[in-house]
Nanobody, 122 residues
């Protein structure tokens, strides 16, 4: 059974840091990434990383605050978030697939985790 399991969310003060993880089981994926969704808003692309070469992609809002990485041996992807702002508050979802036309488009990903809440207090 294929599963993506996120962990590491929580409450942090503005300016702080948090790292969320996503462990995949059942198979490997060519591309793994993170999206986030705040209440009343659409799901937003955060970052993605390819298994081969480790090529990374970031949402425009990230501006060097977040770093995505993956450990292929552990089949796990990480999102290190620094300089967090209250507007980063959202449920963060892990997504994965082998082929996506647009890695920034949520509908292109077939596999999703259950999400982990990240709350940034002001």
């Amino acid at each position: 059974q294929v599963q993506l399991v996120e962990s590491g969310g929580g409450l942090v003060q503005a300016g702080g840091s948090l790292r969320v993880s996503c462990a995949a089981s059942g198979r490997t994926f060519s591309i793994m990434g993170w999206f986030r969704q705040a209440p009343g808003k659409e799901r937003e692309f955060v970052a993605a990383v390819r298994r081969t070469w480790g090529t990374t992609y970031y949402g425009d809002f990230v501006k060097d605050r977040f770093t995505i990485s993956r450990d292929n041996a552990k089949n796990t992807v990480y999102l290190q978030m620094n300089s967090l702002k209250p507007e980063d508050t959202a449920v963060y979802y892990c997504a994965a697939d082998d082929f996506v036309t647009d890695n920034r488009r949520a509908n292109d990903y077939d596999y999703w985790g259950q999400g982990t809440q990240v709350t940034v207090s002001s």
